[in-house]
């Protein structure tokens, strides 16, 4: 299938997503998201895709943000309608069974750092920017940025990205824990791809299991999130990959897991 704002590229079990407006610095519009919605729809049912990279065209941007052009124009219903679309968008991801590797490239900025944030991890080019700069325009975050920002930086940190609009680099988001890892620019891209695949090289099924296990722990009391952990503990016990990592492990031999 082909999308006007989208690419999808197959490398193995690994699908390298690609938001494909670099003249917008790949701004989310109404477009672009029901584009993204349906390509994240199809890999959820795509079991031959263990991991997904998630990242931006061109030199500059990996997402500078919701379309400021297109939502100048609508009424508040359309502008509800507007931030519900980008924030089942990011909803859709998070639940993805595959894992979803973010590879930063450059502005990440509003829903471009909310896009990020709805990804299990983050890697950044040393050139990224980041930001909630919504507030500079009239408006809150509203694809779920003032939820999981403060969840992943805590409220203080997220209070003061949220309310002063200020820009910050990769180091500073490194260092409070936004992202992962920082590569030189020219490498980034590599890096996602060799972290991809050592995921997909783990046992699928367990992978899925273990990132359903922390999305759904996030929402959960920890005793709630244990009794989860335990039952998909308990599943892993009837495949044949549990059985193979095992007896290769006992064995000091090597296994290839199947997804079964
Ligand atoms: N939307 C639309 N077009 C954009 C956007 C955007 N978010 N960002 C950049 N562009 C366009 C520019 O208009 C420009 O187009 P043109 O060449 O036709 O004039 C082109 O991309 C290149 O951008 P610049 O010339 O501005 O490039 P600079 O290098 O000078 O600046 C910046 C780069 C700093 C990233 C600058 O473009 C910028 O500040 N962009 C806007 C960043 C921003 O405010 N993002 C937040 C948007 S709001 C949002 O994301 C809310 C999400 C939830 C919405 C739900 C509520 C309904």
Do not use: W
């Amino acid at each position: 299938m082909t999308y006007s704002n989208i690419l999808v590229e197959y490398h193995e079990q690994i699908a390298t997503v690609t938001i494909n407006r670099p003249k917008a610095l790949n701004a989310l519009n109404t477009v672009t998201l029901q584009e993204l919605s349906q390509v994240v729809h199809d890999l959820a049912n795509n079991s031959s895709i263990r991991v997904v990279i998630l990242t931006g065209s061109g030199e500059k941007a990996f997402v500078a943000g919701a379309d400021i052009a297109e939502m100048n124009t609508k009424t508040p219903m359309e502008a509800r309608s507007f931030s519900q679309l980008g924030q089942r968008l990011m909803n859709l991801i998070e639940s993805l069974p595959q894992p979803v590797i973010a590879a930063i490239n450059g502005f990440a900025l509003g829903g471009g750092l909310e896009l990020a944030m709805a990804c299990d991890i983050r890697l950044a080019g040393e050139n990224a920017r980041f930001g909630q700069p919504e507030v500079n325009l009239g408006i809150p975050a509203g694809f779920g940025g003032t939820q999981r920002l403060p969840r992943l930086v805590g409220s203080g940190r997220a209070s003061e990205i949220l309310l002063t609009a200020d820009l910050f680099d990769a180091q500073e988001a490194f260092r409070m824990g936004l992202v992962n890892r920082v590569y030189p620019k020219e490498d980034l891209q590599e890096q996602a791809m060799a972290m991809a695949k050592r995921i997909a090289s783990k046992a699928p099924i367990a992978v899925q299991l273990t990132k359903s296990a922390i999305y759904k722990g996030a929402n959960m009391d920890l005793i709630s999130g244990q009794d989860y952990e335990a039952e998909v503990f308990a599943l892993t016990f009837h495949t044949e990959d549990r059985k193979n990592g095992f007896r290769a492990f006992l064995e000091k031999t090597q296994t290839e897991f199947l997804g079964k």
